[in-house]
C-alpha cells in the first residue's frame, strides 16, 4: 500500500453502514472484532429484520445492549456522531443498531421512538417483500403507504436516518420526497454496472444524492457482480456512482458477516418469498468483500485518480454528513 493512503487509512474515519450479521439474541458478538481489527470505526449492525415479528427484534436489541454495555472497555452504543469521535479518541469501536423492515413496528408509531431511545439510529422500510408501510425490490411496486409516510416524518423527528435499502423503486422516490433530511440507500449497488432486483437504478441514486444522501455500496458478490468481489469490480461501482451524481454521495455498507456457524445458504433457501429463485441467493458460497479488502481498495482508488479528499469521504466522511444532519448532531 502507498505510504501516504497507509496514514490516511489509520486516521480517517471507517464507516460500514450496514453488517449483515443474521440477527438473533444467540449470536456471539465477539466476530464484532473482525471490524476493529480490518481498521474500522463505527458500524451499524442489524438487530432485525422483516423475516422476524417484533417480540424477536426486541429480543435480539435486548441480548445487543446487554453485551455492548457489558463491554465498555472495547465497544461503545453511539447516540450521535461525537459519540463517534470519542470513542476513536479511547481506541473504542463505535457501533448502533438498524432494522431492516417495518414489520419490527407492529403497526405502532410510537415504537419508532422507542427503538431511538434503545440504540436504534437508522430504519429501512421493507425487506424484500411489501409490508404495511413500503414496497419491497422483490415485490409489487405499490410505494409508501400512509403508515410510511408517518414513519417517515417520525424518524425525521427523533433522529434516525432514513434508509431506503431493500424497499422498491416507488417507495424510495417517495419516502425521498417525504424526508426532511438527506436519506440513504445504506447497502446498495448501482444497477447499471450489474443488473439485479436488490441493486439501485440511476434515478434513485440521483435523488437521493439531490437531497444530499449517500449511496452505501454492498460487498455481496452477487449484487457487485456474478458473485465477483474483485477490486476492479468494486472500483467500477465507486466510479460509476461518482461520475453519475458526484464522489461525495459515495460511502460503503459492506453487508458483510464474518464466518457463523449458521449456514446463510439453509436460512435463504427456507424462505424463498424473501429471497426469490432467479436472483442468485442459491449460487453456492457466495463471495463477500468487507472491510478487510479497504487498504487494497484504497489503493486502487489513489492510482485511478481519486484524491485524499474523496478516500475520506467513501471511508467515512460523507455517511458522518448525513448522520450530522439526521441525527440531529
Ligand atoms: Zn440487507
Same mark, same amino acid.
Given at each position: 500500500?502507498?505510504?501516504?493512503?497507509? %496514514?490516511?487509512?489509520? %486516521?480517517?474515519?471507517?464507516?460500514?453502514?450496514?453488517?449483515?450479521?443474521?440477527?438473533?439474541?444467540?449470536?456471539?458478538?465477539?466476530?464484532?472484532?473482525?471490524?476493529?481489527?480490518?481498521?474500522?470505526?463505527?458500524?451499524?449492525?442489524?438487530?432485525?429484520?422483516?423475516?422476524?415479528?417484533?417480540?424477536?427484534?426486541?429480543?435480539?436489541?435486548?441480548?445487543?445492549?446487554?453485551?455492548?454495555?457489558?463491554?465498555?472497555?472495547?465497544?461503545?452504543?453511539?447516540?450521535?456522531?461525537?459519540?463517534?469521535?470519542?470513542?476513536?479518541?479511547?481506541?473504542?469501536?463505535?457501533?448502533?443498531?438498524?432494522?431492516?423492515?417495518?414489520?419490527?413496528?407492529?403497526?405502532?408509531?410510537?415504537?419508532?421512538?422507542?427503538?431511538?431511545?434503545?440504540?436504534?439510529?437508522?430504519?429501512?422500510? /421493507?425487506?424484500?417483500?411489501?409490508?404495511?408501510? /413500503?414496497?419491497?425490490?422483490?415485490?409489487?411496486?405499490?410505494?409508501?403507504?400512509?403508515?410510511?409516510?408517518?414513519?417517515?416524518?417520525?424518524?425525521?423527528?427523533?433522529?434516525?436516518?432514513?434508509?431506503?435499502?431493500?424497499?422498491?423503486?416507488?417507495?424510495?422516490?417517495? &419516502? &425521498?420526497?417525504?424526508?426532511?433530511?438527506?436519506?440513504?440507500?445504506?447497502?446498495?449497488?448501482?444497477?447499471?454496472?450489474?443488473?439485479?432486483?436488490?441493486?439501485? =437504478?440511476?434515478?434513485?441514486?440521483?435523488?437521493?444524492?439531490?437531497?444530499?444522501?449517500?449511496?452505501?455500496?454492498?460487498?455481496?458478490?452477487?449484487?457487485?457482480?456474478?458473485?465477483?468481489?474483485? &477490486?476492479?469490480?468494486?472500483? =467500477?461501482?465507486?466510479?460509476?456512482?461518482?461520475?453519475?451524481?458526484?464522489?461525495?454521495? &459515495?460511502?460503503?455498507?459492506?453487508?458483510?458477516?464474518?464466518?457463523?456457524?449458521?449456514?446463510?445458504?439453509?436460512?435463504?433457501?427456507?424462505?424463498?418469498?424473501?429471497?426469490?429463485?432467479?436472483?442468485?441467493?442459491?449460487?453456492?458460497?457466495?463471495?463477500?468483500?468487507?472491510?478487510? %479488502?479497504?487498504? %487494497?481498495?484504497?489503493?486502487?482508488?489513489?492510482?485511478?485518480?481519486?484524491?485524499?479528499?474523496?478516500?475520506?469521504?467513501?471511508?467515512?466522511?460523507?455517511?458522518?454528513?448525513?448522520?450530522?444532519?439526521?441525527?440531529?448532531?
Amino acid at each position: 500500500m502507498q505510504k501516504k493512503l497507509q %496514514q490516511l487509512y489509520q %486516521q480517517a474515519l471507517v464507516w460500514d453502514a450496514h453488517a449483515g450479521v443474521f440477527p438473533s439474541p444467540e449470536v456471539d458478538l465477539n466476530l464484532l472484532d473482525e471490524w476493529p481489527q480490518s481498521g474500522a470505526s463505527y458500524l451499524s449492525i442489524n438487530v432485525g429484520f422483516d423475516v422476524m415479528n417484533w417480540q424477536e427484534t426486541m429480543a435480539t436489541l435486548a441480548a445487543y445492549r446487554h453485551w455492548l454495555l457489558t463491554r465498555s472497555d472495547r465497544f461503545v452504543l453511539v447516540s450521535n456522531t461525537r459519540d463517534i469521535d470519542r470513542a476513536r479518541g479511547e481506541n473504542k469501536f463505535a457501533l448502533s443498531f438498524d432494522i431492516e423492515g417495518m414489520n419490527a413496528l407492529n403497526d405502532d408509531i410510537n415504537m419508532v421512538g422507542l427503538y431511538h431511545a434503545l440504540g436504534v439510529r437508522q430504519m429501512l422500510f /421493507a425487506y424484500n417483500l411489501n409490508n404495511t408501510a /413500503a414496497g419491497g425490490c422483490h415485490d409489487q411496486d405499490t410505494g409508501l403507504t400512509e403508515f410510511g409516510r408517518q414513519v417517515v416524518s417520525e424518524m425525521n423527528r427523533v433522529g434516525m436516518i432514513v434508509d431506503c435499502s431493500h424497499a422498491a423503486y416507488s417507495t424510495t422516490m417517495d &419516502i &425521498i420526497g417525504e424526508s426532511s433530511q438527506p436519506v440513504v440507500f445504506s447497502h446498495s449497488n448501482p444497477a447499471a454496472v450489474w443488473d439485479h432486483q436488490r441493486n439501485i =437504478r440511476d434515478d434513485q441514486i440521483k435523488a437521493c444524492a439531490a437531497g444530499g444522501g449517500v449511496i452505501g455500496l454492498n460487498g455481496m458478490g452477487i449484487f457487485l457482480g456474478d458473485n465477483d468481489i474483485s &477490486i476492479d469490480t468494486m472500483l =467500477r461501482h465507486v466510479r460509476y456512482v461518482g461520475d453519475l451524481v458526484g464522489n461525495e454521495h &459515495i460511502g460503503f455498507g459492506f453487508d458483510y458477516s464474518p464466518k457463523v456457524d449458521v449456514d446463510i445458504g439453509v436460512i435463504l433457501r427456507s424462505r424463498p418469498d424473501y429471497w426469490p429463485a432467479g436472483q442468485q441467493y442459491d449460487t453456492r458460497d457466495i463471495k463477500h468483500a468487507s472491510p478487510q %479488502q479497504l487498504p %487494497q481498495l484504497i489503493d486502487a482508488l489513489g492510482d485511478s485518480g481519486f484524491d485524499e479528499a474523496a478516500i475520506r469521504g467513501f471511508l467515512g466522511e460523507n455517511f458522518r454528513r448525513v448522520a450530522n444532519h439526521a441525527w440531529h448532531g
